[in-house]
């Protein structure tokens, strides 16, 4: 027979799962008892829970659902139905759930035995379909009569969000009403779960997180306490694809190699092109990027973004292109190289050519990923710092070997 597991272990085990990625939570909880198991994952977010879930073998996976409670293992089976990072995976289950016939006082009796397992905020009222029609809030249970029907005081046409929603969209729906929780119906009204705020909100959290990463090629999945071996499977392949388009970079350059060989002066100046430009197009990246997450680019069209970001671009590369010539006047003067008025135009032109450029890049790259159907995020800094290279080098060498002697 499986002992209880012991409370201060199991939220000791909760805390030390919500450090790691779903395989490595996995991995951690096979050591421990199938009922120890189901329990910590009951209060665990439950997006990552059905991740670990299904991380698990079919036959641990099975023992696990058959100790857990009947209504946190079907609600397990119906989020695993539902896309990844949408508000179906992070649905617990509605335990507090009425027909509208049902009296008040019939309706408290069943809400003190609820309350005695598990916190909920509301109850729902459903017809004979499940489909909600309305909710209960429990000062107006609480002052109504005992045996007044709760299709007299419930709120009726409620507020409700659709497990189909992606997590993003929900968060944007939900600022304006800030309940503790939400009820999550199907696409014909059903009634399938329940998410509470602080799940959807710390899910949000996550996904935030992520996205830094993202623009690097770091995989969501992987933590601080990811093992090393799977690190290095998340990280190798991105740093392979920017060892590729460095080379490409790289050979953009090398078709100048012979100015650059009669112009020694360029060579220095090329890393202050390439990162003054990459500079330009990270900024109009991180606010094209955090238009999708706000929604602001619905809003307005993408091609006001890249009209503002392309003016800014302008503005700013002829700011810091003047300052930049200037730069190299002097520098080619103290080192005695030739033409050294025709190189501070070189440095301005290519600068201000090369800061606009970059700033469309940043808006351009993360909308193609989108609409090619992936992450906007995923390692667009990569793409964004081969663009930006190759037209700031690319421009500044083409224009030295067309204008310096």
């Not at 939220?11 to 991995?27: C, F």
């Not at 994952?41 to 036959?59: D, G, K, M, Y």
Request: charged share 20%; with cysteine; aromatic share 6%.
């Amino acid at each position: 027979m499986t002992a209880s597991p012991n409370e201060a272990g199991v939220q000791s085990l909760r805390a030390e799962i919500s450090k790691l990625a779903p395989r490595e939570a996995a991995a951690r909880l096979c050591q421990e008892e199938d009922a120890a198991l189901a329990l910590t994952l009951q209060s665990h977010n439950p997006a990552a829970a059905v991740e670990i879930l299904w991380e698990l073998s079919e036959e641990r996976r099975r023992r696990v659902l058959a100790l857990a409670p009947p209504e946190w293992a079907a609600q397990w089976a119906v989020n695993h139905s539902y896309e990844p990072n949408t508000l179906g995976r992070l649905m617990a289950p509605a335990f507090a759930v009425f027909r509208p016939e049902m009296t008040v006082a019939e309706a408290i009796d069943v809400v003190r035995t609820i309350v005695k397992k598990t916190l909920i905020s509301y109850c729902f009222v459903v017809d004979d379909d499940c489909r909600l029609i309305g909710v209960l809030v429990f000062r107006e249970m609480m002052l109504a009569e005992p045996q007044q029907r709760l299709a007299d005081v419930m709120i009726r046409e409620p507020v409700h969000l659709r497990a189909s929603t992606p997590v993003l969209d929900a968060m944007r729906e939900i600022l304006k009403w800030h309940f503790p929780s939400y009820p999550v119906c199907d696409d014909t009204g059903r009634i399938v779960g329940v998410v509470r705020g602080a799940d959807l909100f710390r899910q949000q959290a996550v996904e935030l997180s992520a996205q830094a990463g993202a623009m690097v090629g770091v995989e969501k999945e992987e933590r601080a306490a990811t093992p090393w071996p799977r690190s290095f499977r998340f990280r190798h392949p991105w740093l392979q694809l920017n060892l590729l388009t460095a080379f490409v970079a790289a050979a953009v350059v090398g078709v100048f190699e012979e100015t650059i060989d009669r112009v020694i002066v360029l060579a220095v100046f090329l890393p202050v092109l390439a990162g003054q430009s990459g500079n330009s197009g990270s900024q109009a990246m991180a606010i094209t990027l955090r238009g999708m997450t706000l929604g602001d680019l619905a809003k307005r069209s993408a091609r006001e973004l890249v009209a503002k970001e392309a003016w800014l671009g302008l503005l700013n590369g002829a700011l810091v292109g003047f300052t930049a010539g200037l730069g190299m006047l002097f520098y080619a003067n103290w080192s005695g190289a030739p033409s050294a008025a025709v190189l501070a135009l070189v440095v301005m032109i290519a600068m201000t050519v090369s800061c606009t450029l970059s700033g469309v890049s940043g808006v351009l790259i993360p909308l193609a990923l989108r609409r090619a159907g992936a992450d906007p995020a995923s390692a667009s800094s990569i793409f964004l710092t081969t663009v930006t290279d190759c037209v700031s080098m690319g421009l500044f060498l083409g224009l030295a070997s067309l204008l310096v002697p």
